[in-house]
C-alpha cells in the first residue's frame, strides 16, 4: 500500500500482511495449523516467520489479495470454519493496514485429530 501524504509515503510489505493474515487464521476456532510444504516450513522455521506459512498475498497500492492453506480440526464443518476465517483474517488485514481485502482464498489441505482421539483410534486398531 502506498498513500501520497504531505509528509511523505506509508508502504505496507507483503511479508507484514501475511503475518497479520496468518495471526488472525491460527487464532480462528476450528483451524488447527497453517499449512506449508517440508522445505517451506524449515525456510520458515529458520527465518523466523512461522507466521506467514501457508500464506501468500499480493498487495497492491490499496487492495490485497490472500491465499490461504490450512489444516482443520476434525469433526468440525470445513464450510464454516472456512467462512469464518475468511471474514476474520479480512477484517484483520484491514482494520491494522486499511488495505481493501478483495478476496481470501482457502485451500484446506489436511484434517487434524486431537491427541486424544488419535490414541483411541491406534489402541482400539490394536484391541481388532
Do not use: W
Amino acid at each position: 500500500m502506498t498513500e501520497d501524504l504531505q509528509t511523505g509515503n506509508i508502504r505496507i510489505s507483503d511479508d507484514v500482511v501475511a503475518t497479520i493474515a496468518g495471526l488472525a487464521a491460527l487464532e480462528t476456532p476450528g483451524i488447527a495449523a497453517m499449512s506449508g510444504g517440508i522445505s517451506e516450513g524449515l525456510a520458515k522455521r529458520l527465518s523466523g516467520k512461522n507466521a506467514q506459512k501457508g500464506v501468500s498475498v499480493e498487495v497492491g497500492q490499496v487492495e490485497a489479495a490472500i491465499d490461504l492453506r490450512v489444516i482443520v480440526q476434525y469433526g468440525i464443518p470445513i464450510h464454516e470454519v472456512c467462512r469464518q476465517l475468511q471474514d476474520n483474517v479480512r477484517e484483520a488485514v484491514q482494520n491494522m493496514t486499511g488495505l481493501l481485502v478483495v478476496e481470501v482464498n482457502v485451500k484446506v489441505e489436511g484434517v487434524a485429530f486431537r491427541e486424544d482421539e488419535k490414541e483411541e483410534a491406534v489402541q482400539h486398531h490394536r484391541v481388532n
